[in-house]
């Protein structure tokens, strides 16, 4: 899941003017009210529970947290900015690469963020910056999932930069995920080919994949060489 993409305030309860203790007023009483340990002899009502306190949790931690609620709302702000400029047909919010973007040699050359405002460019990048530095102390700490979640907010704002695509590369490699890993360093490398930090993964990463996959042959001829000895014993007795 994406952040900033729901109204939080909404499912708190509470005003966008709500103070921090307000939010976390109303956030304890909706703990309370959807706990999951409230519903033990209920597997359906439990389930539902779970996902409402889920979502309210997460609400929680970004509009609960005074700097992220600040980034919070000023992402807001922008997506209002660019619904009004669609509104009025000025601009056009394309699924596919509009014509700032240019493919040269392989790779994609941006004047701006895909379906980003004119004039944006310079606070998503630095909201994608911020993003990316607290991946950094996440992933030292070894909170992957957060690590996750972080870089994949930085992509949605600027999704044509190659370093974001290499960070969350790395927060997979961590997490031993490889493959997706990989599909994040070919993602940088079609954004840039020359980038030097995706070229330097791609090297990584095939070398660890052979050897898992070497190593993976092993364990299967191991097995198998177990298995022709046991089939040995059992023709013997017969």
């Given at each position: 899941m994406q952040e900033f993409e729901e109204d939080y305030y909404a499912i708190l309860g509470v005003d966008e003017a709500a103070s921090q203790d307000?939010?976390?007023?109303?956030y304890l009483a909706l703990a309370k009210?959807?706990?999951?340990?409230?519903?033990?002899?209920?597997?359906?009502?439990?389930?539902?529970?779970q996902t409402e306190f889920a979502k309210v949790t997460h609400a929680h931690d970004v509009v609960g947290d005074a700097e992220r609620r600040i980034e919070y709302d000023a992402l807001r702000q922008l997506?209002?900015?660019?619904?009004?400029?669609v509104s009025t047909g000025s601009f056009v919010v394309s699924s596919?690469?509009?014509?700032?973007?240019?493919?040269?040699?392989?790779?994609?050359?941006?004047t701006q963020p895909l379906g980003a405002v004119p004039g944006d460019d310079s606070i998503n990048v630095k909201w994608a910056n911020k993003h990316l530095g607290r991946a950094d102390e996440l992933l030292k700490k070894k909170r992957y999932q957060e690590a996750e979640t972080a870089m994949k907010e930085a992509i949605r704002l600027v999704p044509l930069e190659p370093k974001y695509h290499n960070r969350l590369a790395e927060v997979y490699l961590a997490r031993g995920w490889k493959t997706l890993?990989?599909?994040?360093?070919?993602?940088?490398?079609?954004?840039?080919?020359?980038?030097?930090e995706a070229r330097s993964?791609?090297?990584?990463?095939?070398?660890?994949?052979?050897?898992?996959?070497?190593?993976?042959?092993?364990a299967d001829n191991k097995k198998k060489g177990i298995?022709?000895?046991?089939?040995?014993?059992?023709?013997?007795?017969?």
């Open positions: 307000e939010i976390r007023k109303a009210r959807l706990h999951p340990d409230r519903f033990p002899n209920d597997p359906d009502q439990r389930a539902i529970a997506a209002k900015r660019r619904s009004e400029v596919v690469i509009p014509d700032d973007v240019r493919l040269h040699n392989g790779d994609i050359q941006t890993a990989m599909t994040e360093v070919q993602t940088a490398l079609r954004l840039n080919s020359s980038d030097p993964l791609e090297v990584r990463l095939k070398a660890l994949m052979k050897d898992q996959a070497s190593a993976q042959v092993k298995f022709q000895q046991i089939k040995e014993i059992l023709n013997k007795k017969i």
